[in-house]
């Protein structure tokens, strides 16, 4: 069976969330972007479309820019926060650092059922967009929605590309932090080296949580009867590549990946067990 994709491409976010991590300002972490996607699933599932399935996506950025100040020559950066209004008693609430981002990027999902050349289905998925945020952000243009046959052979994946480019496909280099964890490298040491030497194409990018406390009901959850329980993020290594340096389509599709023996809610690139 035939798998096809659904291209979102050219997607303005204005003010998405910058601050992903405790440690890191950036990206937006790939649990945003997967968790856009699930939620874009569930409510076109629900506009008379209850087969389809969003399972794996790939995240191409055309254009980023981080709301930060530094003066001139300064190497030292500042977030640009934003004053709230005063609260009841006329007081100004205390500013919490937020770092955002302003983007232009493009989505490749595929999964099954997915309508091909289906113009309710595009005009649902246009429609549903509209109304999402994705990492918190506003999205101020839905930009061009397209599907297809997920490209099999490499005349495919070129004709595919022309559409993308110019940008570039997010990768996950867990690799590289594997092994020089295996040489010996704390975690820590190895995500500072690779990040700030000179020339390097590596980021760092959240890609999962891990689980601290054991699953449990709560009060005032956002969803009633889903066990809940506290967590911390996941960082790693990722690449921005630009999409014509890609040979196969399928290398920069992220999908969720569960771990339950280490609580991990991951996600990831590849094949696994």
């Not at 926060?81 to 609260?87: A, F, L, S």
């Not at 390097?200 to 009633?224: D, H, M």
């Amino acid at each position: 069976m035939s798998i096809n994709y659904l291209l979102l491409k050219n997607i303005l976010i204005r003010n998405a969330n910058a601050l992903s991590g405790a440690l890191i300002a950036g990206f937006p972490a790939v649990t945003a972007w997967l968790g856009f996607i699930h939620a874009l699933e569930r409510k076109v599932r629900k506009q008379g479309f209850p087969s389809v399935r969003f399972n794996h996506a790939g995240i191409i950025c055309h254009y980023c820019h981080l709301q930060l100040y530094a003066e001139p020559g300064g190497v030292m950066y500042s977030a640009l926060n934003r004053r709230k209004p005063p609260d009841k008693k006329g007081k100004n609430p205390s500013l919490v650092e937020e770092v955002y981002c302003h983007l232009n990027v493009s989505l490749l999902i595929c999964g099954g059922n997915i309508q091909d050349k289906n113009k309710e289905f595009l005009t649902v998925v246009s429609e549903t967009i509209k109304i999402l945020k994705i990492a918190g952000g506003d999205i101020t243009d839905s930009g061009k929605q397209e599907t297809g046959s997920f490209p099999d052979s490499k005349p495919r994946w070129c004709e595919l590309r022309q559409c993308i480019a110019p940008g570039y496909a997010l990768l996950e280099r867990r690799d590289v932090m594997v092994n020089a964890m295996n040489s010996g490298m704390d975690a820590m040491e190895a995500l500072l080296k690779y990040t700030t030497a000179p020339g390097s194409v590596l980021i760092p990018v959240v890609t999962g949580y891990q689980g601290l406390s054991p699953p449990g009901i709560v009060k005032n959850a956002r969803t009633e009867g889903i066990p809940h329980r506290f967590a911390e993020s996941v960082i790693t290594l990722g690449e921005f590549r630009p999409v014509d340096k890609l040979r196969d389509p399928s290398d920069m599709l992220w999908r969720y990946h569960y771990l339950p023996d280490e609580n991990l809610y991951l996600c990831q690139q590849g094949k696994h067990d």
